[in-house]
Every structure is written in C-alpha cells, then in structure tokens.
C-alpha cells in the first residue's frame, strides 16, 4: 500500500480521478493476488503459479486503466480529438506493478520503483511544461 500511495499521493495533489485510494487498493491488491498462490501453493508449481497470477494482474489493471482514458467531446468536435487520462491510466499500471513486487518479496524493488514513478509523474512534468 506505501508503494502505491507514493503515486496516489501525486495523483491526488494534482486532483486526478485515480487519487490516494485507488493506488493504493490496485498496489495492496496486487500484492494480495500473488501472495495467494505463495500461502496455499505446493512448491513444485508455485511459480507457474504466480506467473499466471500476474499475467491475470496486468490484463486486469489493464482494464481498470482504460476506464481512465477518455476522450474529449469538445475537441472532436473542431477536427482534433485529445486524449485523456493516458497517464492516469499508467500510474495505476505501475501501482500494479509495484504492489506485484511487494508481493512477491522485492520490497526494494518496489519502493525504488514507487520514487522513480513519483519523479516521473512531479519532476518531468515540470520539464514538459517548460518545453
């Protein structure tokens, strides 16, 4: 849940959707699906098992992110459709990613991944504006 709320945090300064909450049920979730399979599995097969368990989590948030994605009625309308949502919908892919991590043990990983995402989202979004 801290990996995602890294992300949800930035989203919810910045009044997206997908804020604080959101990230961090898709990270905690996430974790949850594999942890599944490593509490109840037999060990000959645990890893075909958490390797369908995320296969199943990234076809998922998939789905979840691309209810974020909307386009814009107004700029159809004059010949250029816009795209929203886009980066919405990729912080709750990585929350996803990150909360997999976690699950399965790679706590660094994932909290290395939670502030390389949050500098993505804070710090290149200045770069962009500035561009």
């Known amino acids: 849940m801290l990996v995602g709320g890294i992300i949800g945090w930035e989203r919810q300064l910045r009044h997206k959707p997908a804020g604080l909450r959101t990230h961090m049920l898709v990270s905690m ?10 509490a109840i599995g037999k060990h000959e097969n645990e890893r075909e098992a958490i390797e369908r368990v995320i296969q199943g989590i990234a076809a998922g948030v998939g789905f979840l992110g ?9 700029a159809r309308e ?10 919405s919908a990729a912080a709750i892919w990585v929350s996803a990613a990150l909360g997999t991590a976690a699950g399965c043990g790679l706590w660094q990983l ?5 502030f390389m995402s949050l500098f993505v989202l804070r710090v290149i979004k200045q770069l962009e504006r500035r561009s």
Request: avoid cysteine; proline fraction near 3%.
């Open 110 to 114: 994932a909290l290395i991944g939670g």
């Open 66 to 74: 691309g209810g974020e994605i909307l386009q814009e009625s107004q």
């Open 78 to 87: 004059k010949g250029k459709a816009e795209v929203h949502g886009l980066t």
């Open 29 to 38: 979730g996430s974790a949850l699906f594999v942890l599944i399979p490593l």
